[in-house]
T-cell receptor, first 116, second 111 residues
Framework: GAVVSQHPSRVICKSGTSVKIECRSL??????MFWYRQFPKQSLMLMAT?????????EQGVEKDKFLINHASLTLSTLTVTSAHPEDSSFYIC????????????FGPGTRLTVT | GQQLNQSPQSMFIQEGEDVSMNCTSS?????WLWYKQEPGEGPVLLIA?????ELTSNGRLTAQFGITRKDSFLNISASIPSDVGIYFC???????????FGTGTSLTVIP
């Protein structure tokens, strides 16, 4: 499968601060990346679709001004959690689709965010 | 988002036993994927299914794309301790390229 990296793997921040999470596609150029969040013992919830060179498409109920997504290059997408609160603490995971194979997704290792 | 229900929610089995789990939805999907996730890691793709009725194997794993296109099944034969983890199905609608995940099946294999 494809190699996808995320940075940082873990981050602890204070309430009210912003945190940026990076997702990199190491094996191929990805025009589309996806961001998910996962609460303990729960499923992955799709937050948004990140499109290179254009605005992200957010799922219903996800605040685009709180979760800023930037897909500035074909190998990098960033998710910024702005003015973080304890309820934003979660496991954030990105995925990439292989070129011409949008039906296959490969996931990064995830970022554990804890907001104190 | 879409609702995909997986059953069973959890399984405790003896090493060597076979495992069956399924995923159902009220929506029709064009693609089904099965993933395994271990604690603190991202999901790893196990099997991808692209058309109704398709049966695909990957080693001891076999998955099927339901005829109605609203469900999928995953079987694991002769389970081993390293099969432990949470298994998720994911479906892709005909419209859009997003995937929606099932509720997960937690598998514990007792040596």
């Amino acid at each position: 499968g494809a190699v996808v990296s995320q940075h940082p793997s873990r981050v602890i921040c204070k309430s009210g601060t912003s945190v940026k999470i990076e997702c990199r596609s190491l094996d191929f150029q990805a025009t589309t990346m996806f961001w998910y969040r996962q609460f303990p013992k729960q499923s992955l919830m799709l937050m948004a679709t990140s499109n290179e060179g254009s605005k992200a498409t957010y799922e219903q109920g996800v605040e685009k001004d709180k979760f800023l997504i930037n897909h500035a290059s074909l190998t990098l997408s960033t998710l910024t959690v702005t003015s973080a609160h304890p309820e934003d603490s979660s496991f954030y995971i990105c995925s990439v689709s292989a070129p011409g194979k949008y039906y296959e997704q490969y996931f990064g290792p995830g970022t554990r965010l804890t907001v104190t | 988002g879409q609702q995909l229900n997986q059953s069973p929610q959890s399984m405790f089995i003896q090493e060597g036993e076979d495992v069956s789990m399924n995923c159902t939805s009220s929506s029709i999907f064009n693609t089904w994927l099965w993933y395994k996730q271990e604690p603190g890691e991202g999901p790893v793709l196990l099997i991808a299914l692209y058309k109704a009725g398709e049966l695909t194997s990957n080693g001891r794993l076999t998955a099927q794309f339901g005829i109605t296109r609203k469900d999928s099944f995953l079987n694991i034969s002769a389970s081993i301790p390293s099969d432990v983890g949470i298994y998720f199905c994911a479906g892709q609608l005909a419209t859009g390229n997003q995937f929606y995940f099932g509720t997960g099946t937690s598998l514990t294999v007792i040596p």
